[in-house]
Each structure stands twice: as structure tokens, then as C-alpha cells.
């Protein structure tokens, strides 16, 4: 069986990576990988080391309509000279192309991963119409995660009969790699020394509810005045939530760590008393499993792979969507009783979100009559 894989805007992706090494290891299926970018793409280095083509297409997501029209007739092409059995597209800027010239080159099983739920339907809803014509050009919606698979239901119309649920994976050997120095530089760089951390990692953006938690912060000092909010991540909104956190008097509560070197990230986890996420709404959001994995005591709306691998008050805290009270409650819980949640948590990451459980949900999917 011959699979082409296809995203767009990314120069080099994990987990495609992560497929490219396990195909090559079984040596059962064929895998091609094709990505859209601005300029030539690491990723042609990530999957050629084991065997696999990967096609680059000059694509600028500024451009965003003429890129694909020309990328359609692109693909159409190629689709047509390697006739896959398979493609599978994953973002909505190769999923419209890409489905629409798999559909007309006679690809008979188009996938698409929903890995970009509800970006249109909340901030740009003039392209939901499309987002349906995607659902439409494929024969399998993949969501990946039930409130996801919900929402691809409820608010995109998608038949439900195309719809199979497959949770994001990552390897645990990878992203449980703690070092105690590394958990001694992070507490010594941001004097983090007798302090009770709480930590998120996630870019500085609006609907990632950082507000939230900032506005969280007074009751959870009242309680915990030794607590400090650690804020891994850069983007746009740095500047408003700093004059928030002056505004409410609690800026020498956070670090601004901006953005840590991924080799760093595991030890991170390890030295949180919570981690903290207040996403608005996630289609899965890896932090998650990654802090699970490595033993964080997680509070977190009940968003993507939260909402579905958190049993409230047993492995993990699921606090309401943009309630800062609500936040501030499971914080200070927690803070008290988090040790509680470490081991639990762990064992359902690894089970739920290993790599492994998603490349054999999609080689089950591919080979599916």
C-alpha cells in the first residue's frame, strides 16, 4: 500500500517524521510525504534518511487563494504520477487542494486529519463553507478528540459514517528524557528555589486564556503565598498580560520564560507543582500528554485531550472555560493534593497518547475495506 502524506506551513514535522521511521522499520507499507512552504523544507531531510520521496510545492500562506489553486494543479499531478492507494492531508491549506485533486486523480481513499477544528467557525467564518467541502472530497474525517469529533458533527454537518476518532501519539522515550541538571539550571535561571511552580506551555495568544490565569493568581496567593506562575511561550499578547498582571499587582508572582529549548521541556514538567493550561478550546493540545507523561499534575479545561483523558479530581482537575474562580479553586486543590494525580495521570498518557496506539489506528484505518 502506497501512502502520501501532505501538510502545509511546516518545515519539519514531528510525528511525520516519527511515521517515516516506523514504515521504514516494518517495511510494509510505502510512505511519500509532500509539504507546502515558503522555502525548501527540513522535512525533505527528516523522511529521506529512511528511503521516502517527499515533493516540496512553494506555497505562502499569505497568498493564501492563489497558492491554491496553483498547488491544486500541483498535486493533480503528482497524485496522477504515483497513482497512492492513499493521501492523507492534515491542515486546512493542503486539505482543500490536496483532497479536491486526490478526489478528481481517482484516489479512492482520501484521509484528512481535523487538526485545525474550529478555526474558522471562530475567527474567520466566511471559510466554514469550505472547511464542508473538505469533509465532503474525503472518505475518512479523522478528529482527534471527541469534543472535536463533536463539534466536525454538530457544527460541519460531516457524515458520521466517514468519521473515525484517533487521538494524537507521541513517543514516550522522547519526551519523558528528564535531566536532574537540566531541573537544576530551569530552578536556578528563573529562582524558582522554595517556590510552589506553577507552569503552562503555550504560545501568548488570546485564546490559549492566559488572562485566566493571571486573574487566578490573588486566590491562589491568598491561600499559597510562596506560589510562582511560570509562562513558557512568546506571542503578541505578552505586553497585555504583563499590564493585567500590574493591574491586579501580582506581576512579581510570574516569569516570562518565553519560548525554552525543546530538549528542556520533560524537565520542565518535573519540577511543576501544576501545570496549568486554560485553553479556550484545543482540538487535542500535546502539552497535555507531554505533562502527564512526565508526571505533572495537571488543571485544565475541559478541552481536547483533557476533556478525554481527565477523570476530575482522580488523575488530573478540569476547571470551567474562562472562569478565572474556577481556575484559581483547582490550582490551590492541586497544589494540595497533586501527588495524588502524578502516577494516575502518567499511566493514562502512556496509554491513550503513544505513538505506537496512533500509527496502528492508522495503518487499521489505511487497510480498512
Known amino acids: 500500500m502506497h501512502i502520501v502524506f501532505v501538510i502545509s506551513n511546516e518545515s519539519s514535522v514531528p510525528y511525520f517524521k516519527w511515521f517515516a521511521q516506523k514504515a521504514f522499520q ?45 498547488t491544486f494543479f500541483q498535486l493533480y499531478r503528482l497524485f496522477k504520477k504515483l497513482k497512492p492507494d492513499v493521501v492523507h492531508t492534515h491542515l486546512f491549506d493542503d486539505s482543500f487542494p490536496g483532497l479536491m485533486a486526490a478526489r478528481l486523480a481517482g484516489i479512492n481513499k482520501r484521509v484528512v486529519t481535523k487538526q485545525d477544528t474550529t478555526f474558522h467557525y471562530y475567527y474567520a467564518p466566511n471559510w466554514v463553507i469550505a472547511d464542508k467541502i473538505n469533509n465532503k472530497n474525503a472518505t475518512h474525517i479523522v478528529p482527534v478528540s471527541t469534543e472535536a469529533e463533536k463539534f466536525i458533527i454538530e ?93 491586579l499587582n501580582v506581576l512579581s508572582y510570574i516569569v516570562f520564560a518565553g519560548w525554552i529549548d ?7 514538567y518535573a519540577i511543576l507543582d501544576v501545570y496549568a493550561h486554560a485553553a479556550n478550546y484545543e482540538p487535542f493540545g500535546f502539552v497535555i500528554p507531554e505533562a502527564m507523561m512526565n508526571a505533572a499534575p495537571v488543571v485544565s479545561t475541559p478541552t481536547g485531550s483533557a476533556l478525554d483523558a481527565i477523570q476530575h479530581q482522580q488523575n488530573g482537575y478540569l476547571v470551567n472555560y474562562k472562569d478565572a474562580i474556577s481556575l484559581a479553586e483547582g490550582i490551590n486543590y492541586t497544589l494540595e493534593h497533586g501527588n495524588d494525580f502524578k502516577e494516575k495521570g502518567k499511566k493514562t498518557a502512556l496509554e491513550m497518547y503513544n505513538f505506537e496506539r496512533m500509527y496502528n489506528n492508522y495503518i487499521q484505518l489505511y487497510e480498512k475495506n
Not at 530552578?187 to 506553577?198: D, H, S, T, W
Not at 525543546?262 to 520542565?268: D, H, K, N, V
Request: proline share 5%.
Open 26 to 70: 516494518q517495511k510494509k507499507h510505502q510512505f511519500t510525504f509532500v509539504t507546502l512552504y515558503t522555502e525548501k523544507p527540513q522535512m525533505i531531510e527528516d523522511v529521506g534518511k529512511y528511503g521516502w520521496d517527499c515533493y516540496w510545492f512553494k506555497f505562502d500562506h499569505h497568498k493564501r487563494k492563489r497558492g491554491m489553486i496553483r
Open 155 to 247: 457544527k460541519e454537518n460531516a457524515p458520521v459514517e466517514k468519521i473515525t476518532m484517533i487521538h494524537h501519539g507521541i513517543p514516550p522515550e522522547i519526551f519523558t528524557q528528564q535531566s536532574e541538571d537540566f531541573k537544576q539550571e530551569l530552578v536556578e535561571k528563573y529562582q524558582l528555589q522554595g517556590k510552589r511552580i506553577v507552569g503552562t506551555v503555550a504560545r501568548l495568544i488570546e485564546w490559549k486564556g492566559y488572562r485566566y490565569i493571571i486573574e487566578a493568581i490573588p486566590r491562589v496567593i491568598k491561600k499559597y503565598p510562596d506560589a510562582i506562575f511560570l509562562f513558557v511561550g512568546q506571542g503578541n499578547q505578552k505586553e497585555e498580560l504583563q499590564q493585567l498582571a500590574k493591574q
Open 262 to 268: 525543546r530538549a528542556y521541556i520533560p524537565s520542565l
